[in-house]
């Protein structure tokens, strides 16, 4: 090979400069439309009324607050990081990732010219018929070329609106794990919570089926000897049994948030990571929604739709650069023998290249490419603002519950304290001879359920805080990087 001739090696450095200048000429060239983000469909302020609190000026805002500072119970923050590296859902939407990458990576690569180096041999017999002197003949002919087969040059931009679309679609499937990623953290803090609000249900109701099988046992020495009607006995047995099934649930439900934990987590999750009740879970703390809804416009699912939204204008282009003619590069270098033997012998060398233009006339595919083209973007548009919407809504009423649940647990609160001081003096008053057991059973089943239901406001608040936080985007990784 060190024997081809200078001409050949001037060749190959003025294809290359001519290859690099092409590249560097059409770097910027596309027929993509001027992208302009949409006015968000909503108003800039977050709701207010009477349902809506100020937000104080210590709160943090969910950007400044990664979720191991959100959820700072040591054994919840070893189960969702169990369940960050474990779920299988979270496992597909990265793979969906990786595959996207590698999409846009080979759109990419359109780019960039292919350059094969190839080899070739071959021998053919000519019959007397065919031959100048009237005799057979045969003739040997080697070859060994590098160089470029075809390659389109992309002056008016189509590959590399393909390769912008492809980016965009890769960056959207980056921005929808990001989504699961937030979604998971969620789904296990509420489902540990709701497990922790189980295990305190059944707890509650053990201890109240405890007391009520007292009742029982003292009601019947009392029938037994005369003091006590037969009615206060089928009453207190009544209560015993309701409470019975109250067991049997709460031991049903505390059963299956831990199955659903579990299938969150990928795993088996310990035992003593479980929660005991709501008691046993640090509090989480507050956070702030910010001043304005523009917020909404760092969350992935919105980050999503205007990938999405990019990736149908950049596919405009695409379709217009269709109406224009295609360019495309066709070179080799090599060496030519009739004797395989003598191949890379001085005086072998030999080189060609060429350029193709097809200009299209007439397909009738291209306007209607165009116009779908067209519509695609719109439907991106009306999918972007609809996310921005929804998103809008889903703040406001965490806002709404989250402006209000402090007022519901006070009252839930005060329900108790009241119920449990009812109950006590029926008690007193049942001993003393003064009233009948019915008044104290009622007065037991009261305060049962207003402490059932202090334990479902308790879940509410820590449900609600955990959902302000995931629906103004906590919980996702950085910002996403572009390769």
């Excluded at 690569?109 to 041999?121: H, R, V």
């Excluded at 299956?256 to 479980?274: I, M």
Aim: glycine residues 6%.
């Amino acid at each position: 090979m060190g024997h081809i001739r200078p001409e050949i090696n001037k060749m190959k450095r003025n294809v290359f400069l001519l290859l690099i200048g092409i590249i560097f000429f059409v770097a910027g060239c596309t027929m993509i439309p001027e992208y302009n983000r949409p006015e968000a469909p909503v108003p800039a302020k977050w709701p207010s009324g009477p349902a809506y609190k100020q937000t104080p000026q210590s709160v943090p805002v969910v950007e400044e607050l990664p979720w191991r500072q959100f959820f700072t119970d040591e054994r919840l923050q070893t189960v969702i990081a169990s369940a960050l590296q474990n779920n299988r859902d979270l496992r597909l939407a990265a793979l969906h990732v990786e595959r996207a990458r590698a999409l846009y990576r080979i759109q990419r690569a359109e780019l960039l010219p292919t350059i094969d180096a190839s080899g070739s041999g071959s021998r053919e017999r000519k019959p007397a018929a065919l031959s100048n002197n009237e005799s057979p003949k045969t003739t040997d002919l080697y070859r060994a070329d590098l160089g470029i087969s075809y390659w389109e040059i992309d002056f008016f931009g189509r590959i590399r609106s393909l390769e912008k679309s492809a980016l965009e679609q890769y960056l959207a499937t980056e921005q929808a794990r990001r989504s699961a990623q937030i979604l998971l953290i969620s789904e296990v803090a509420n489902t540990y919570l709701t497990l922790a609000a189980d295990r305190e249900n059944l707890q509650l109701a053990q201890s109240t089926l405890v007391n009520q099988q007292a009742a029982h046992h003292l009601i019947k020495r009392r029938f037994d000897t005369g003091l006590a009607s037969e009615l206060d006995l089928r009453q207190v047995q009544a209560q015993v049994d309701a409470v019975r099934v109250s067991v049997a649930l709460y031991t049903q439900l505390a059963a299956q948030a831990k199955n659903a934990l579990e299938l969150l987590v990928g795993s088996s999750v310990p035992a003593d990571l479980l929660p005991e009740g709501l008691n046993s879970v640090m509090p989480l703390p507050d956070v702030s929604p910010g001043t304005t809804s523009e917020v909404l416009l760092s969350r992935p699912d919105i980050l999503q739709a205007e990938n999405l939204l990019k990736a149908a204008n950049a596919n405009i282009g695409a379709a217009r650069a269709a109406f224009f003619p295609r360019i495309a590069l066709t070179t080799s270098v090599g060496t030519v023998s009739n004797d395989l033997s003598g191949l890379f012998d001085s005086g072998t060398g030999a080189w060609i290249y060429g350029a193709q233009i097809v200009m299209p006339i007439f397909d009738a595919r291209t306007w209607p490419a165009l116009n779908a083209s067209k519509v695609d973007k719109e439907i991106a548009v009306a999918q972007y603002e609809r996310a921005i919407q929804g998103a809008f809504r889903e703040v406001a009423d965490a806002l709404a519950q989250w402006g209000t649940i402090d007022d519901q647990m006070d009252a839930q609160q005060s329900l108790v304290d009241a119920t449990s001081a009812a109950y006590r003096l029926a008690n007193i008053r049942y001993t003393k001879g003064i009233d009948t057991y019915l008044n104290a059973l009622v007065a037991q089943r009261a305060l049962f359920v207003s402490q059932q239901g202090l334990i479902s406001t308790r879940l509410s608040k820590l449900a609600n805080q955990v959902r302000l936080y995931e629906v103004l985007g906590g919980g996702g990784d950085s910002e996403v990087h572009k390769d």
